[in-house]
């Protein structure tokens, strides 16, 4: 008993030391030594035999190893982001030691959480035995005593855990034949709803709730087998981190009410993309059937969102397919306005264009980058002079940072960094949009060109669109009606944020690049595909090669010459780049 | 062996047993004025490591031990818990300590502390002893005044404070970690061990753990020695490498169907016949005994046949009991129906499973159905080996489970089936003629409801 005290206390120890004073750590076991470090802090970790070896000070749980051995140890209450509570019970496995100059292992004679258990040097883990496989079917079989097995009616079916678990680890008989069960939905918030007897109590929500978005409104009620999920009476979930909660939820208790009955899982595909709710630039998944999209989710990354995405950027995807979405291009002919073709548009909007005078364009932080250095190099193609500005940026109330980080801006835009790099690189500076109206209103301005992607109508007010109409042509590529979209002479209706392709620069300098998830309605042509055919270049639009001509003319960009990762690149800003580089 | 002379009960009789005047009347506090003017906090910790004192509160762990696993040098603050939650079934004698000599149990506290050096006692007491509420405030208060509580006690420089936190009343916040979590404003759900108390116990800081009577082992160990302490009781056995022996007097808690229920104190090891026959005046009515719960329900159960097990710490894990546990020892009469007293102990427990841990809080309720629809008339004989494979899964022993709650439960279900399965059978067999034999599942019962 003693001996196992001080065995597990001082792994434990060494654990979660390493976690917070991860210096003190290496250099007191090194002792300051380069050369030691690499031979004293690696770690060699055996799974089911195999030999992994720990980079460089890394604390691993059982978990962990074993994805590293290309084993998947099955879990339910544990999730990297949140804090061990190794209570599921599903993740059970052999441990023990192995001593280095013997070679010989010695294993504890129970079973082990591996989410609970370090992976140190000379830890020996067993994932599959016959105990193993008993213990798991048990958990299997215990969490479905009172489950309503409603699969057929449940949304999360097809990506539950349960379900996976339960063809991998379970048994082929039901022995608990105990008790007619129920089948209670409860509601959480105005996002979220629970169906209190899918749940499998892994407290994943609870602890969300009070590690991450910090308010504490989950709670379990009861004790034992009457356990549930609830919230204080009054105090409804509601947070702006809510629907994370349902992404953590590894069955189909917490039902997401704006995904609710819309769509089985296996009928949508899903594609990388970035939120453009706010400057933070979450890394999303966009879930999509047919070109309509159902759920936005986020995608891991360490470096901007860890595992997570605010409620405005997950349910900010409705404006796509929101009815007054504008899908006829129109311009004025003799004072009437009339459809055009799309691709009759760019021979005659450059007709136009070039025959009057100067032109001034102001570029939407909803732009990607590459759109963005498109219709600045446009510009400059047909008027040297051409002015260049940065399309106004919503900002709305202060930036919003929770318990553990996560940062919600109030910057409502996904590229306003991304856009002001590219004018740096055309005009030598960024022109607000402010200065840009009263530019274009002392009328040496010809034409005018507004980009958008706004999600509505109230970008732009009657008075600063008065200044604007100075102009004689007046270009508005956008999703929505707005008082410049009436005062336009150009009506073109635009890409919104799933239908383009590119990358975007966030707040911290961090571009990340992604391909569209739907098509726009009805054959409009995103920003970028029409001004590839204004600048008249060959073939298709692809904002790949595009990046790759900006990361070679603009130092900025540099980073992202190569195929930028899923998770994005960090971007150094010119006068940050030390001299030595 | 000479006549056992009782020390925890041996005031408890006297008038105002509980007041501070009385027990400094026999002798109180000079134990503690000695160890402060003499013993080092270090000295203190190797005199109740020598004298070989294990826990009372169940788990029987050596207390100097657990006590020097304290780091060392520790900046503060160390808190000390002691468990007063007494919730086991059938156990009572902490109740009688801090009723009727509430002084004791504090002096042998205040030693403890000052031998970890702790500066912040909490007594964690169930609700449903108001009487123990009252006179603990009221010895606490009598101690302050004394100057035993409070800043630099009796000069020596060490100070401490006493609080009592009253918690309401549920098995789990007996154990330690359920209480630290309780003691917190938490929900008492157990953590994950490790790390242990010692080293990240209450707000985090390291704590120990102890129930109150090891506290008041500690006033006498003080006052007596070590020698004498190791006197009583049963040496370790030596082909047991595990065993530390079994020292002292302990208080048995004597209920169920016997002539004289109660709280005896004796030294450890005297056998349950001794203790019913000698201390209870025997079975009631004239019926013979037909089982023994041997220290709590969560222990498991004795036979007729195994009376005669010294109630130690080691004995009783022979004739396959969990352990020794609280010493409360529940009799049953040969009228005594297993299947009751099972399906009473699986009620229990899966209504106290604090229901973190699946194995424990799904283990306990299935179990639970299953001894309902046996005490119904509806039980297969396959019942019984799903309960025995429950029993056998479910715990920290497998390592299914965080705390030991679930051992418990699983003790009196592997020890009932297996010692008297032939009444578990005859009993399936008789209420249910039709339908004892049937193996397949039965469908579920009612339609699912529509969301
Ligand atoms: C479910 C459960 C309930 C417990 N209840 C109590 C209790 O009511 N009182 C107690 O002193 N110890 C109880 N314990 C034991 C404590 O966890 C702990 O071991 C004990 O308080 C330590 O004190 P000791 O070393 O003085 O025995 C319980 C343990 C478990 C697993
Ligand atoms: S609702 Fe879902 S996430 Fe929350 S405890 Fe239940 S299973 Fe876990
Ligand atoms: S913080 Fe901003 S970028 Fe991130 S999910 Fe929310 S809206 Fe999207
Ligand atoms: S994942 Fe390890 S116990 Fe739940």
């Known amino acids: 008993m003693a001996s196992w005290f001080v065995f597990l206390t001082q792994r434990a120890l060494r654990f979660r030391r390493g976690r917070r004073e991860d210096h003190t750590l290496v250099s007191r076991c090194c002792k300051g030594n380069a050369k030691n470090k690499k031979l004293c802090c690696m770690a060699t970790v055996l799974v089911d035999g195999k030999e992994i070896v720990l980079p460089d000070g890394q604390k691993l749980n059982g978990i962990q190893v074993a994805r590293l051995a290309g084993t998947d140890i099955p879990h339910y209450c544990w999730h990297p982001g949140l804090t061990v509570v190794a209570s599921c019970r599903m993740c059970l496995c052999e441990t023990g030691t192995r001593d280095p100059a013997t070679g010989k292992v010695t294993m504890l004679p129970k079973l082990v959480p591996a989410c609970q258990t370090p992976a140190t040097d000379n830890t020996v883990f067993v994932t599959d035995s016959e105990k193993i496989r008993n213990a798991r079917a048990m958990v299997e079989e215990d969490l479905l005593i009172d489950h309503p097995i409603d699969c057929p009616i449940c949304d999360k079916a097809g990506e539950c855990l349960l379900q996976d678990y339960h063809f991998e680890h379970g048994r082929d008989q039901r022995r608990a034949d105990i008790r007619p069960f129920t089948s209670r939905r409860r509601e959480m918030g105005d996002t979220v709803t629970l169906f209190v007897d899918r749940c499998v109590m892994c407290t994943r929500c609870v602890r969300f709730t009070r590690e991450i978005s910090g308010d504490a409104e989950l709670m379990v009620i009861n004790r034992g087998a009457h356990e549930e999920i609830d919230v204080f009476p009054g105090y409804p979930l509601d947070n702006k981190l809510s629907g994370n909660v349902v992404d953590l939820c590894p069955v189909g208790a917490l039902g997401d009410k704006d995904f609710l009955y819309q769509q089985r899982v296996w009928f949508m595909k899903k594609h990388a993309g970035v939120c453009a709710g706010c400057s933070t630039g979450c890394s999303i998944t966009i879930e999509e059937n047919q070109d309509r999209v159902y759920r936005l989710k986020p995608r891991e990354n360490p470096e901007i969102n860890q595992w997570w995405m605010c409620d405005e950027g997950r349910y900010g995807y409705h404006h796509v397919h929101a009815e007054g979405r504008q899908t006829e291009p129109r311009r004025i002919v003799a004072g009437e306005r009339v459809n055009v073709e799309w691709s009759a548009i760019p021979r005659e909007l450059n007709k136009q264009l070039r025959e009057a005078g100067r032109i001034a364009v102001a570029i939407s932080p909803h732009l990607t980058v590459e759109e963005a250095y498109l219709l600045a190099a446009y510009a400059r193609s047909i008027d040297a002079d051409a002015l260049l500005a940065l399309g106004p940026v919503p900002v709305i109330g202060e930036d919003e940072k929770f318990k553990n980080g996560f940062t919600i801006h109030a910057e409502k835009c996904p590229n306003r960094r991304g856009v002001e790099e590219v004018l740096k690189h055309f005009t030598g500076g960024v022109m607000s949009f402010g200065d840009f109206a009263n530019e274009v209103a002392s009328g040496q301005v010809g034409s005018m060109w507004l980009s958008g992607g706004n999600k509505k109508s109230d970008w732009i007010d009657a008075a600063t669109t008065e200044k604007l109409t100075a102009a004689k042509v007046i270009v508005v590529q956008d999703l929505f009606t707005s008082p410049a979209w009436e005062a336009a002479t150009w009506q073109l209706p635009g890409a919104a944020f799933a239908e383009r392709e590119g990358s975007y620069v966030n707040h911290a300098n961090h571009v990340q690049s992604f391909t569209w998830a739907v098509r726009p309605p009805v054959g409009v042509w995103t920003e970028g595909q029409l001004l590839w055919r204004l600048l008249n270049r ?39 780049i030390p001299a030595s580089v | 062996m000479p006549q056992f002379e009782p020390v925890l009960l041996a005031n408890i009789h006297k008038p105002d047993s509980h007041t501070r005047k009385a027990y400094e009347a026999s002798g109180g506090y000079s134990a503690l004025k000695k160890i402060l003017k003499e013993k080092t906090p270090a000295e203190m910790i190797d005199l109740v490591k020598a004298s070989g004192l294990r826990g009372r509160g169940g788990a029987g762990f050596p207390c100097g031990l657990k006590w020097s696993f304290l780091p060392k040098n520790h900046p503060g603050p160390i808190y000390m818990c002691v468990n007063a939650d007494e919730s086991e079934p059938a156990t009572f004698n902490n109740r009688i300590l801090m009723e009727l000599d509430p002084h004791q149990v504090i002096e042998g506290t205040i030693m403890a502390c000052y031998a970890t050096q702790a500066s912040t006692a909490y007594i964690y007491l169930r609700i449903e002893y108001p009487t123990c509420y009252r006179r603990l405030e009221a ?16 000069g020596s420089g060490f100070s401490l404070d006493i609080f009592v936190h009253r918690g309401a009343a549920a098995y789990i916040c007996g154990e330690e970690t359920g209480l630290i979590e309780s003691l917190e404003g938490k929900r008492a759900w157990p953590r994950i061990k490790p790390p242990f108390p010692a080293v990240e116990g209450v707000f985090r800081k ?3 753990v102890n129930n109150v009577e090891t506290m008041a082992c500690v006033t006498h160990i003080a006052a007596r020695g070590s020698d004498w302490f190791k006197s009583i009781g049963v040496p370790a056995d030596p082909n047991n490498p595990r065993d530390a022996g079994s020292y002292g007097p302990k208080l048995y808690c004597l209920s169920g169907h016997v002539n004289k229920p109660g709280c005896y104190e004796q030294p450890l090891g005297i056998t349950c016949r001794q203790l019913i026959d000698e201390f209870g005046g025997g079975v009631w009515k004239g019926r013979k005994a037909k089982a023994a719960v041997p220290g709590g329900i969560s222990m498991g159960l004795l036979t007729a046949a195994e009376l005669d097990t010294p109630l130690d710490f080691n004995a009783l894990g022979k004739v396959g009991c969990l352990g020794l546990g609280t010493a409360a020892v529940t009799v049953m009469d040969d009228t005594t129906s297993m299947i009751d007293f099972l399906h009473n102990t699986c009620r229990f427990f899966s209504h106290e499973s604090c229901g973190q841990c699946t194995p424990c809080r799904e283990g306990t309720h299935w ?17 019984l080996d799903l309960l025995l494979e429950i029993g056998d899964t479910i715990g920290i022993i497998p390592g299914s489970t965080i705390c030991g709650l679930s051992d418990g439960a699983a003790w009196p279900i592997k020890n ?29 019962l009612v339609p699912l409801s529509v969301h």
């Open chain 1, 538 to 576: 060959p073939g298709l639009y692809k904002a790949r090669p595009v990046m790759q001509e900006i990361a070679t003319t603009i130092d900025y960009f540099a980073a992202a010459a190569e195929e930028v990762p899923p998770t994005g690149v960090k971007l150094i800003a010119k006068k940050q």
């Open chain 2, 139 to 154: 010895a606490i208060a009598e101690c302050y005044d004394a100057g035993y509580l409070g800043k630099n006690i009796l």
């Open chain 2, 206 to 208: 390291p704590t120990v």
């Open chain 2, 367 to 383: 179990a639970l159905a299953m001894m309902e629809r046996i005490k119904a008339g509806k039980g297969r004989v396959k019942d």
């Open chain 2, 416 to 444: 009932a089936i297996r010692k008297f399965r032939q009444e578990f059978e005859d009993y399936i067999k008789t209420t249910n003629p039709t339908g004892y034999m049937v193996t397949e599942a039965v469908p579920a």
